[in-house]
């Protein structure tokens, strides 16, 4: 990964459902397990798999921080209510950024929806993981529980 690039992306701005925008670097921390979703409302997979695994490793492993991104493709924006309406309480249990450009799921080259980034504080990359059936959960729980020792 080009180093220019990374440190030019961890300044990247990216929406939240409030309007606020919080830059990327800012989401990393340095004392966690950073395990970044790039996911999109559209995918199935992404609403009716992705996002309720993510939630559970959120309430499982606490050194784990979850960075949920929504991602924009073509010239169709998606709404915060549409963000919110596929959680059966009409909001998400956790933050979602929102990549509009899908600048950052390019820079991660991302394979598609869901893709699961697990990244150090600098945003380098420690494993890429594509897709939300059994064999990306899989090897999303092998890291997670790879790492926890430097996590403890």
Same mark, same amino acid.
């Given at each position: 990964?080009?180093?220019?690039?990374? &440190?030019?992306?961890?300044?990247?701005?990216?929406?939240?459902?409030?309007?606020?925008?919080?830059?990327?670097?800012?989401?990393?921390?340095?004392? &966690?397990?950073?395990?970044?979703? $790039?996911?999109? !409302?559209?995918?199935?997979?992404?609403?009716?798999?992705?996002? @309720? /695994?993510?939630? =559970?490793?959120?309430?499982? $492993? @606490?050194?784990?921080?979850?960075?949920?991104?929504?991602? =924009? $493709?073509? %010239?169709? &924006?998606?709404? !915060?209510? =549409?963000?919110?309406?596929?959680? !059966? %309480?009409?909001?998400? @249990?956790?933050?979602?950024?929102?990549?509009?450009?899908?600048?950052?799921?390019?820079?991660?080259?991302?394979?598609? !929806?869901?893709?699961?980034?697990?990244?150090? *504080?600098?945003?380098?990359? &420690?494993?890429?993981? $594509?897709?939300?059936?059994?064999?990306? %959960?899989?090897?999303?729980?092998? *890291?997670?529980?790879?790492? %926890?020792?430097? /996590?403890?």
């Amino acid at each position: 990964m080009n180093t220019n690039r990374a &440190r030019n992306i961890l300044h990247l701005q990216l929406g939240g459902l409030d309007n606020e925008y919080q830059e990327f670097g800012s989401l990393l921390y340095p004392d &966690r397990f950073n395990l970044i979703l $790039f996911y999109s !409302t559209r995918c199935l997979g992404c609403t009716g798999r992705a996002l @309720p /695994f993510g939630y =559970d490793i959120s309430q499982e $492993f @606490p050194y784990v921080n979850l960075i949920v991104i929504h991602v =924009d $493709f073509g %010239k169709e &924006r998606t709404s !915060t209510e =549409d963000i919110n309406g596929v959680f !059966t %309480k009409g909001e998400a @249990p956790f933050p979602i950024y929102i990549d509009e450009d899908h600048i950052l799921y390019d820079h991660y080259a991302c394979e598609g !929806t869901p893709h699961w980034i697990i990244s150090d *504080a600098k945003g380098q990359v &420690r494993h890429s993981i $594509f897709g939300s059936q059994q064999g990306a %959960k899989l090897k999303i729980d092998f *890291a997670l529980r790879e790492f %926890k020792k430097e /996590f403890s």
